[in-house]
């Protein structure tokens, strides 16, 4: 997927110093809890209007927090997941029937820019051997091949269904307004429960 929503909070005082004052187990509860109910509507809504020839992809789309911080980012992925689901890309971006007239598992872009780089090669080096000049110009050859193999590429073509792109876009937004609300909450419920915790253990 290359859909993003980022929501920056850098600078936020108060936010900065709720989260401080909690411990690192409480901080991190909180922002996962924070980050899931964030996600949880474009998870609702993908799993609504995905396809359900067999229930399969449906059931595969997953919600999954990142582990990591990278700088003090956080975040979280939604998409398919499990082998059940391969064909979860063939949904989204579409596809084409039949058997592709090229060997090569490169993509398009990468084909393209191999000849644009054998291209400038070939204007801008003077080649001192004769053999190498020769493999050089077989290098060529192929990449002129790929290219027009691909641009030769007469396959019907399925379109694609994008149910993760609309799920996403439908709820952007409002996990970009919300999120710092949806944190504040995440860790007043994070605080109720371990000073419930605590009273527990102390009875």
Known sequence: MGEFVTANLHGDIELIATLRSLTPAMEKKAITAALRTAGKPILQTARAIA????????????QRVFKKRIKGRVG????????DA????FQEYGWKVGKRPWKAHTSKAEVY??????EQIGKTQKFRKRKDKLQFLRQLR????????READTRREIPGKFFMR???DQHAGAIRDNLRRLILEAVDKTVAAEAAKQAKKAA
């Open 142 to 149: 192929a990449a002129r091949a790929n290219v027009a193999a």
């Open 51 to 62: 396809p359900k020839e067999t229930g399969k992809l449906k059931k595969s789309i997953k």
């Open 76 to 83: 979280f992925t939604i998409g398919w997941y499990g082998s």
């Open 166 to 168: 609309r799920a996403f």
């Open 86 to 89: 391969f064909y979860g890309a």
């Open 113 to 118: 820019s191999r000849l644009e780089e054998l």
